[in-house]
């Protein structure tokens, strides 16, 4: 799997419940833009989710502590003449604004385009969201368009901005 100085990705486990909905209480921040699983039933939901072949989950942890730092899911894997995947993420507190997020989120991208062999890397966030928008710059994202009630969060149908990032192109600024 992907590593970086700080960060490392790892597959989720069934080890990983009470730690990943105890960072999950503590993580004020999520609403109202991401509802990550907050009760171990609700886990191992989660995880048996990402046992099918559309769907990769990675955990993003500290080489400080091995701590969980927050996670990345690539959604709705197409394969065939598209070859993609959209990914959702979020960093959990502690570690929130401590790189981490970034890293995972760099390594998913890593994985999905030399691993999975993916052509295009997307990201759908909601306007609002100034700190997966950032993210999604620092990454290599660029935003491509605007998609009005696009998915159903905390059961409402919310507007979302499309992101996204190519092989070639993220090949290219890995050379510069």
């Not at 833009?33 to 990769?56: C, K, S, Y």
């Not at 981490?100 to 890397?121: C, K, N, P, Y």
Request: glycine share 8%; charged share 30%.
């Amino acid at each position: 799997m992907a590593t970086r100085p700080h960060t490392y990705l790892r597959k989720p486990s069934v080890a990983d419940a009470e730690e990943f909905v105890a960072r999950v209480a503590e993580s004020e921040h999520l609403e109202p833009w991401a509802f990550p699983p907050a009760d171990v039933g609700a886990f191992r939901q989660w995880l048996t989710r990402g046992e099918r072949h559309e769907i990769e989950q990675f955990l993003v942890c500290s080489r400080e502590d091995d701590g969980i730092a927050g996670f990345v899911n690539l959604n709705g894997i197409q394969r065939g003449a598209v070859q993609r995947a959209t990914a959702g993420w979020a960093a959990l507190s502690p570690y929130v604004g401590r790189g981490h997020l970034t890293d995972g989120v760099s390594m998913a991208i890593e994985v999905a385009f030399t691993q999975m062999r993916l052509h295009r890397f997307e990201a759908d966030i909601q306007p609002g969201n100034e700190r997966s928008r950032a993210l999604a710059r620092r990454c290599g994202l660029r935003l491509e368009g605007y998609s009005p009630r696009l998915v159903l969060v905390d059961g409402d149908w919310r507007d979302h901005e499309r992101w996204a990032v190519n092989a070639e192109d993220w090949r290219a600024a890995r050379r510069s």
